[in-house]
């Protein structure tokens, strides 16, 4: 996400409860780094049991240059605090995740890696699940996505997540700039 | 205006360095880190990429526990780890570890266990403290009265160069769970329950307290486990108020207060109960004497039920698709079915309680399934070990292991071959999690060990009349 407009058309993956290991599984887990983990995404989705890759799995024709946006069901994200999650949808491509429902700490990790969580209500995902590959334009500092065909909505984005995510602002810049009253606390504690 | 507080709300407060506003998160001081091997390097890596140092090493507290093999060393004291990766992940953190002075309980340390398991323990974790570590189940420490909850690696390097945290504080919900706990009814089975009741996302944006005469009546192993479960329900965070029993726990460990500074620290912990007229955005009342011993038979911890039930008939498409998974149909029972593999482990049941339950199932029978018992840290293998336990479970045909999170997640290589039902007293139940196409039970241990002794999914209530 940087400043201005966001706009790309969507990609579906429409399931409830789409957990952390679906995501991307433990075995990729033992990297000590964050890159190249688009190799291990939704891979049993993309996989089978030999590692050959699925005749007709959903990502067969993925393009992220064309739908940076994932629409997923309820609740995604659910399950594991692995930052990896958010690290293999990035690295896949994707800048956005739509869902009517994140998961708490995958909602926080994907702010601070800059992949916007767009949660939106049942009706628009509906609308999205009937009509694939739509075209969204999305307004991160006023918190406004238009979605092609259906209506402008509001999201919800705190203050603080919205402008980091509109500037590229870094939360470690941020806590190291009040170290004084952090320490401070610390002498009073 | 009330001034009467929450647990929940008495500990964030004494946290904040900078509360809250509409524009800024607030700045949350955070007392204990732990750390461990597979959502840290990338954070030591950022730390040095930006010239920082730890802020407080001593709020750190370390240990191996996620991809280490639970075979025992060879002759040589070289252990077999799944792949090269694994190894290297774990030497890595080993030097981050020492490069910075962190206190780690590696494979020489007699204290080494599930970062979940040991924090108590060692009496690390204590009432009123804010604990976070680079895992999801940090949850468990709450059954302390203390705030604990999961971080991301981002996070974690946060924590690491400024030992504080942004956060927005969350709702406050209280389950109040009343009422006394049926025979062979246990903390795994009132904590699935819970879930089950309040729904798999039921939780999601709220911290937890549990509360009532059954949690009052739960020993702090059993308040653990269902501290641990919390983030299942989606909850960032599960605490129960401490009382005697916590503090009983806590006497005499390692890390908790000594001497004068033992009795100031009771005063404090005295005052962090919730107060009689505070208010929760949510209560929750659960009846503890309807309680069954409770399984799940989906592929989330939400789809829980009494052990005896039948599988309940649904139109979700999601919960269809589970139950595909797990190739199981609407309506039928699943006592009975064939199993493949049992699993007694993970940070919520590997404790020595857990241990002793699975044992007094066991005891004199055999198992019918591979079964992997793996206690959650070296102290309480070495209690086991003291007890006998390690010779029941080795008599019984069953697999007694070395400390670690084995099954749980699967990432030491500890895992089911595709299609296994396995039965696990770990908190997942998610597609995959055990192995590729692997199906998860999640049951207490008294339940599992039942299950290990007869090979299919059986009740401990009628396992015991039979023997
Ligand atoms: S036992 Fe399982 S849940 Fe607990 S810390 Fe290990 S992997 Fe996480």
Redesign the pocket.
Do not use: F, P, Q
């Given at each position: 996400m940087s400043n201005n407009i966001f706009s790309s058309k969507t990609f579906n993956l429409i399931t409830d409860n789409i957990d952390t290991d679906q995501i991307i599984p433990?075995q990729f887990l033992t990297t000590t780094t964050r890159e190249g983990l688009a190799a291990g995404a939704f891979f049993n989705l993309r996989f089978d049991d030999e590692g050959n890759e699925r005749e007709d799995h959903v990502f067969k024709n993925f393009d992220a240059k064309e739908t940076a946006i994932l629409v997923c069901g309820n609740n995604f994200g659910c399950g594991?605090s692995r930052e990896h999650a958010p690290w293999s949808l990035l690295d896949l491509g994707f800048k956005v995740v739509v869902s009517t429902q994140f998961a708490d700490i995958f909602r926080n990790n994907s702010i601070k890696n800059g992949l916007l969580p767009l949660e939106i209500d049942k009706s628009a995902l509906d609308y999205l699940e009937a009509n694939p590959n739509t075209q969204l334009t999305i307004d991160v500092a006023n918190t406004k996505c238009e979605i092609h065909g259906y209506d402008s909505i509001d999201f919800p984005l705190d203050e603080f997540s919205k402008y980091c995510l509109s500037n590229n602002y870094d939360q470690l810049d941020y806590l190291m700039s009040q170290k004084n009253k952090i320490s401070a606390y610390e002498q009073r504690a | 205006m009330t001034t009467a507080k929450t647990l929940f709300d008495k500990v964030w407060e004494a946290h904040c360095v900078q509360p809250e506003s509409d524009d800024f998160p607030a700045i949350l001081y955070i007392d204990l880190h732990l750390l461990?091997e597979?959502t840290s390097p990338q954070a030591f890596a950022e730390l040095e990429r930006r010239n920082l140092t730890v802020h407080s090493t001593k709020n750190c507290l370390a240990t191996i526990?996620?991809s280490t093999p639970t075979s025992a060393p060879n002759a040589l004291g070289e252990r077999d780890y799944v792949t090269a990766q694994a190894k290297n992940q774990v030497d890595t953190f080993l030097e981050n570890c020492k490069k910075h002075n962190i206190e780690c309980h590696a494979w020489d340390s007699e204290q080494r266990g599930?970062?979940?398991?040991m924090g108590p323990e060692i009496g690390a974790t204590q009432p009123g403290k804010t604990i976070v570590?680079g895992?999801?189940?940090t949850s468990?420490h709450g059954a302390f009265g203390a705030l604990a909850f999961g971080i991301g690696t981002t996070e974690v390097g946060h924590v690491l160069a400024t030992q504080c945290l942004l956060q927005r504080k969350a709702k406050s919900m209280r389950i109040n769970i009343e009422g006394e706990l049926q025979k062979s009814v246990t903390a795994k089975d009132v904590i699935l329950h819970v879930i089950a009741t309040i729904g798999v996302n039921g939780g999601t944006g709220y911290v937890l307290e549990y509360a009532g005469s059954a949690v009052r009546a739960m020993d702090m192993e059993a308040r653990m486990t269902m501290c641990?479960m919390s983030i299942e329900c989606g909850a960032r965070a599960g605490m129960i108020a401490p009382d005697e029993i916590t503090f009983e726990y806590l006497k005499g460990r390692p890390h908790s207060p000594q001497g004068e500074d033992w009795d100031k620290a009771i005063k404090q912990w005295s005052q962090l109960p919730t107060d009689e007229e505070a208010v929760f955005d949510k209560e929750v009342y659960i009846d503890a004497s309807v309680i069954s011993p409770t399984i799940t038979y989906g592929t989330h911890p939400g789809m829980a039920f009494a052990i005896d039930a039948s599988i309940p008939a649904t139109t979700d498409e999601s919960d269809i698709s589970s139950l595909e998974y797990m190739q199981f149909a609407q309506g039928e029972s699943i006592l009975g079915k064939a199993i493949d593999l049992v699993f007694i482990?993970?940070?919520?049941n590997?404790r020595i309680s857990d241990l002793r339950h699975a044992a007094a199932v066991m005891q004199g029978k055999q198992v019918q399934v591979r079964t992997l018992v793996v206690a959650?840290s070296e102290l309480i293998k070495l209690q086991a070990e003291k007890e006998g336990l390690d010779e029941i479970f080795k008599a019984a045909g069953a697999e007694w292991r070395e400390p670690?999170?084995?099954m749980?997640?699967g990432?030491n290589g500890d895992i089911g071959n595709p299609g296994d039902l396995v039965v696990s007293t770990?908190?997942?139940n998610f597609i995959g999690r055990q192995g590729k196409d692997v199906r998860t039970i999640l049951a207490s241990p008294l339940v599992a060990a039942s299950c290990a002794i007869s090979g299919t999914v059986s009740d401990p209530r009628t396992q015991e009349q039979a023997a």
């Open positions: 433990a594991s | 461990h597979v526990d996620h599930i970062v979940h398991v570590c895992d999801s189940h468990t641990n482990g993970s940070c919520t590997s959650g670690g999170c084995s749980c997640l990432m770990s908190n997942r």
